[in-house]
């Protein structure tokens, strides 16, 4: 059975309560039920955190023992130098997602210090982009 963790960075545990039009009205917690049981063959772990350096440690942790890790960093993707160093540090291979399509966004959402060391990136997609790096791993 693959091993997969889905990790979540600052204000996705909002998700479902403002912000509709962006984000859409399903909580991520509804959506991973959802996901888990779709894809019964694979184990998804989710964490999230609102903090850089539980980010991170969390990473390096899952990053040697997961097959792959599903990471949206949220904020953090934009600014974490920290984070994309985690990223390149870890052997499991990262897919980077964003629910929203970034380069439709604000300029500063245009810059992602997690891509140049994921091994692929998904977004636009909305919470669909998830799913779509689960099955990246089939
Ligand atoms: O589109 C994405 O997935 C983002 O990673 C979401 C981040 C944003 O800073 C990135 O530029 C793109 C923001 C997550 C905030 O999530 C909320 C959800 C519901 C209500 C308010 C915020």
Do not use: W
């Not at 888990?36 to 990473?59: C, P, T, V």
């Not at 599903?70 to 953090?76: F, G, Q």
């Not at 291979?93 to 966004?105: K, L, Y």
């Amino acid at each position: 059975m693959k091993k997969l963790i889905i990790i979540n960075g600052p204000n996705l545990n909002l998700l479902g309560t403002r912000e509709p039009e962006i984000y859409g009205s399903l909580s991520f917690t509804e959506f991973l039920d959802e996901l888990r049981a779709k894809y019964f063959d694979m184990s998804i772990d989710y964490f999230q955190s609102n903090i850089e350096g539980e980010l991170i440690d969390k990473i390096q942790e899952a990053g040697f023992s997961y097959d792959g890790i599903i990471l949206n960093a949220a904020a953090y993707t934009h600014t974490s130098v920290g984070i994309g160093d985690a990223v390149k540090a870890v052997e499991s291979p990262v897919i980077e997602v964003h629910i929203s399509n970034t380069f439709a966004r604000e300029d500063f959402r245009h810059q992602s210090f997690i891509s140049p060391n994921a091994k692929g990136v998904i977004l636009g997609f909305g919470l669909q982009s998830y799913e779509l790096a689960i099955q990246s791993f089939i």
